[in-house]
């Protein structure tokens, strides 16, 4: 079973920064699109960023300019990093990586990012 472990979350001040990590237990190479997507309290989970395999992204309009996602293929990691934080970017993070082949997305256990001062 293919488990994706993140890190990262926490506290943050408003215009502060973070940088979520996601580590799948196989290599990155096998997925043909990684992303993030968030959950607020009370509202459904949406899409943040994507990254393909041929390092194509994309971006949520409300976080365009903000966040970055990235991979690292050496440490077999992908990463969100989200800076000039706003309270409405509070919520759970979930990395997530899709496998066309085998027809599965795998999910990581989510990380909580809370912008508040």
């Known amino acids: 079973q293919v488990q994706l472990v993140e890190s990262g979350g926490g506290l943050v001040q408003p215009g502060g920064s973070l940088r979520l990590s996601c580590a799948p237990s196989?290599?990155?190479?096998?997925?043909?699109?990684m992303g993030w997507y968030r959950q607020a309290p009370g509202k459904q989970r949406e899409l943040v960023a994507t990254?393909?395999?041929?390092?194509?992204?994309s971006y949520v309009d409300s976080v365009k300019g903000r966040f970055t996602i990235s991979r690292d293929n050496a440490k077999n990691t992908f990463y969100l990093q989200m800076t000039s934080l706003k309270p409405e970017d509070t919520a759970v993070y979930y990395c997530?990586?899709?496998?066309?082949?085998?027809?599965?997305?795998?999910w990581g256990q989510g990380t909580q990012v809370t912008v508040s001062s």
């Open positions: 196989e290599s990155i190479f096998s997925f043909d699109v």
């Open positions: 997530n990586a899709v496998h066309s082949l085998r027809a599965r997305t795998y």
């Open positions: 990254v393909t395999s041929g390092g194509s992204t």
